[in-house]
């Protein structure tokens, strides 16, 4: 893809109420200038291991599926496509929740379940086509009125309730806690399911694009306007719109609609589209994946669309959303070792000595257990999810950073003993 279809494809994700409200509620929890803090650390952050994943996923053209083979083998691979579609899948559900709210208030004629419906209805045939052919099309249209609607947002608030200082004061009864914007960075860290999601667009841009997608588009930029111009605007807004009770993506979307009618609906479509694209289309991608390891090859993507929708529904009407966001926390902590491991291996020059530069993922070739990645994986995974559940709140704090150093240490430290049979099965020789 040249460099202009690619970027508006992937900067679907920069439009989400997601990033308004996260920004809100760490600035309302830890105050302001925490939250501002933690944003600017994962800016830089998200800018600089995603600048490494874009460059290796565009020299290799590997998908998360393929190159997860490599690290982990056949099976671990098939848990690493679980992870990466059912993560997808939450976020469409949530996202797509906030839609399906937008329209039922202002359609309150029409029910909540059949809202959700339209919204899955309309988001599956979305995806049907791929990357290259539509997606990029589409959002490149949406994302004017993406920015517009943000600067209305602002503007219309401004002059119904006025400008106040009030929003750089945020913070808890009893001031801003110690460490407050440790707090805030370590949220993200939560959201590293977005380092997967630059894999699997990265992939398809020309190498002579390489240095512009790894220091713009996917790159600090692009996570300026995402975390820092989105969240500046969110704690802005939740600091001057009133909002019926707690903060969230559903009390924020309501105070849209009240202060710009129509217009904030169609902001609020516009948003949630962009993102849903994306999460709809990385969704059905893996799921293709994950079921290519059970002999369903042969089934189409957009098959898996419809059934991505199907399961977005279902979760939809469930009203699960308590058990997602445990599930969450959860596969975040995997998805953070699942980082570790693979800049460890981009980093280490092993792998290539092993195979002569060449890299090994052919299904009938690769074992299906590799010892190398998968005890990196389980352990620093494992140390993660104790911290989590077990530690003490200030422990808890650094579980994804834990996960990250313990899983990075040990894959390198396996991959410096490596052998060849842990990745590629070893040849029957027979006379």
Known sequence: MNKGSLSMAWWAICSAMFWLVVAATLAMNFGTINALIGLGLSV????????????????????????????????????????????????????????????????????????????????????????????????GILLPFYILGLIAAVAVSINEYGY???????????????NGWWN????????????????????????DDSGFHAKINFGMPFYLFTFMVN?????????????????????????????????????VWVSQTRINTANFYLAAENMQAFFERFGL??????????????????????????????????QGIFVVAWVAIALAHIFS????????????????????????????????????????NFANPSLALFAAPVTFLVSFCVYLMLLNSAKHHWFVKEETVTN
């Open 297 to 330: 090859s042969a089934v189409p993507r957009f098959v898996w669309a419809i059934a991505v929708g199907g399961v977005v529904y279902a979760l939809m009407l469930l009203n699960v959303f308590n058990f997602i966001l445990q599930a969450l926390a959860y």
């Open 184 to 207: 805030c960075f370590t949220y993200f860290m939560g959201v590293w399911i977005l380092m997967m999601y630059t894999w699997d667009y990265a992939r398809f841009g020309k190498e």
């Open 44 to 139: 830089i952050t998200y800018g600089l291991i995603n600048a490494v994943i874009t460059r290796y996923a565009i020299k290799t053209g590997l998908s998360v599926a393929l190159f997860s083979r490599v690290l982990f083998g056949k099976v671990g691979a098939t848990l690493a496509t679980l992870i990466f579609f059912a993560t997808a899948i939450y976020y469409s559900v949530f996202e797509g929740s906030v839609i399906a709210v937008a329209i039922q208030a202002y359609f309150p004629s029409l029910s909540i379940e059949m809202a959700y419906l339209l919204v899955v209805m309309y988001s599956v045939p979305l995806v049907f086509g791929s990357v290259q052919t539509w997606l990029d099309k589409f959002n």
């Open 164 to 178: 106040s200082n009030a929003w750089l004061e945020l913070g808890p009864e009893g001031g801003d806690p110690e």
């Open 231 to 267: 969240g500046v605007v969110g704690i802005f807004l939740a600091a001057t719109i009133p909002t019926e009770g707690g903060l969230s993506e559903v009390s924020v979307v309501l105070a849209i609609l009240k202060l710009m009618g129509i217009w904030g609906l169609l902001f």
């Open 349 to 388: 020059p092993k792998y290539d000595q092993l195979f002569d530069g060449h890299i090994e993922c052919c299904p009938q070739r690769v074992t299906s257990f590799n010892p190398c990645g998968l005890i990196a994986w389980f352990s620093g995974a494992g140390l993660g999810i104790v911290l989590l």
